[in-house]
């Protein structure tokens, strides 16, 4: 069963459950309370009316054939049916054309002291009234019973309307209390099913735009989730996307420039001595130059797939940080670049992972390197604020675009503007806001195109 017919079914039911009982109580109550205590006291004054007369009438007391032609001749003008008893409750006679199976007996006790008796019978086969009314002489004494007796039915016809009414006010209602409900159940179902809908389209593949966050609390609760979660995917899949390109892209140069130099050999450069040489060493800084790679994938897959596990201690950034530049002075140096680094005495220590600040701190120097060109400087600094200690490494090189300064810290993303500049798979920075951010820190950047760039990392005191 659908969603919908769900709805729909519990919206409706409780009415077709509960509108049939207060349909069967109402009749119930107007029955009982109402039709036979109306047929009590009508049959109750017949009976008065009956044993005034009787009263007269002494012989028809003790003798059944008196007693019937007494009913014969009252029994015209009255509808109920009147039976008469001796003082004993014995028959003496009844009007009744087919007595009734049961007759209910007297309480012969609550007669004798001069009482009536009303018996209300009230069952599914049978609804009756019956009323005992003693005839008493002149002295008092109980001289004869009279019975007057009548069920539901004579009285049915001012029923049939009252009953009519009810049945029209409950059906009614039911149909009212079905459509409302069937309306309040489609409302609800409608942005469940809307937001259902959309998710099949995104699962297969049919729709890119976020689902309209409307309804209940709950159903934009989940739109809203959904969203996230195909934001979450469509971004995965790009990444991967940018993975295989990187890959492709990183991989293919090198194994290209080295097969080349395979067939070289092969065809008989091999023979001469300098050249084999010269090739042999190109071949063996290809291979290097592909190492980082292959360390860049493996913290991929140590740190962004998996948790970073830091292991903190104290690091005093004066001391700690001088040495740590050594080999990217000479790095910088070796390519021509001015480098400076003013790293003031006294800092504060922080709490940190001295190996993965080392490398964050390296992967930012290493980009500002590579991406400025013979003739740039890089200037490493470090300082401290109320709250912080910061590093900070800043170039002269081609600087990022606005619009691409947020994206360069997704994994795999690298900027293709300059193509001078040879690039790594796109995670140095990923990584690098990972290990400051996991140590509470902060990677901040500001960079102009043309001028430079200046990536700092700010960490708590
Ligand atoms: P890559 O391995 O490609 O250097 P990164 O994550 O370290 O990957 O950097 C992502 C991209 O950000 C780079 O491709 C480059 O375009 C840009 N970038 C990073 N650092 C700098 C910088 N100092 N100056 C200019 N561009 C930079």
Known sequence: MSLRGRFILSHILPLLLILPLIGAALIYLLETQVL??????????????????????????????????FLAQINNQLESDITLLAPSG??????????????????????LANRRQVIITYRLDEQSATIFVPVTNVNQQLIGIVEVSDNLESVAGSFTPLSRFVLIVLLGGLAAGSLIGWILAIRLEKPIGGVTTAVADIAAGQRTDPIPETGTKETKELARSVNVLAARLRELEETRQRLLANLVHELGRPLGALKAAVNVLREGAGEDPALREELLEGMDNTISHMEPLLDDLTRLHGQILGNIAFNLQPVHLDVWLPPLLLPWRAAAQEKGL???????????????????????????????????????SVVVSAGETD??????????????????????????????????????????????KEIVVGQNGRLTLASTPGQGSAFTIHLPK
Request: aromatic share 6%; no cysteine; net charge negative.
């Open 36 to 69: 036979l205590q109306n047929l009590s006291t009508s049959l109750t004054q017949q009976a008065a009316i009956i044993s005034a007369v009787a009263n007269g009438r002494p012989e028809i007391w003790t003798n059944s054939d008196q007693a019937r032609a």
């Open 90 to 111: 014995d028959f003496l006679a009844t009007s009744e054309t087919q007595p009734a199976a049961e007759i209910p007996t007297p309480d012969i006790n609550a007669l």
């Open 338 to 376: 001015l480098w400076h680094s003013d790293i003031p005495q006294h800092l504060p220590a922080v709490t940190a992972d001295p190996d993965r600040l080392a490398q964050a701190v390296g992967n930012l120097v290493s980009n500002a390197i590579k991406y400025t060109a013979t003739g740039g």
């Open 387 to 432: 709250t912080d200690v910061w590093i900070e490494v800043k170039d002269t090189g081609l600087g990022i675009a606005p619009d691409e300064q947020a994206r360069i810290f997704e994994a795999f993303y690298r900027s293709n503007r300059d193509r001078r500049f040879p690039q790594g798979l796109g995670l140095g920075l990923t990584i690098a």
